[in-house]
């Protein structure tokens, strides 16, 4: 499956983004899809995950209560939805598929090429 993440931009401190992925390939009803970021410096961390259904979502603690994760597997998309930025969302932000329900990147098989979402204070 072939994963192309759009949506970035400029925002100030306290605005939204809506960050989404668009798949091509394959259905992405067969993956677990998940959310990562890297900010300049840092390692690639794991931001939110879906499952296959959208039954189960799982979100890391710096974001819980203001990102949501969601999917559509009719149009083959996943979407973030990001609220009450900070400025230390500021990263670029990936979207993968993977088989294994996991909050760990290793376990991601295929990527998206990253949005850069910055956001000023």
């Known amino acids: 499956v072939q994963l192309q993440a759009s949506g970035g931009g400029l925002v100030q401190a306290g605005g939204s983004l809506r960050l989404s992925c668009a798949a091509s390939g394959r259905t992405i009803s067969r993956y677990v899809m998940g959310w990562f970021r890297q900010a300049p410096g840092k390692e690639r961390e794991f931001v939110a995950a879906i499952s296959r259904g959208a039954g189960l979502a799982i979100d890391a603690d710096a974001v819980k209560g203001r990102f949501t994760i969601s999917r559509d597997n009719g149009k083959n998309a996943l979407y973030l939805q990001m609220n009450s930025l900070k400025f230390e969302d500021t990263a670029v932000y990936y979207c993968?598929?993977?088989?294994?329900?996991?909050?760990?990147?290793?376990?991601?098989?295929?990527w998206g090429q990253g949005t850069l979402v910055t956001v000023s204070s």
């Open positions: 993968a598929a993977g088989s294994t329900w996991s909050v760990v990147r290793e376990n991601y098989d295929y």
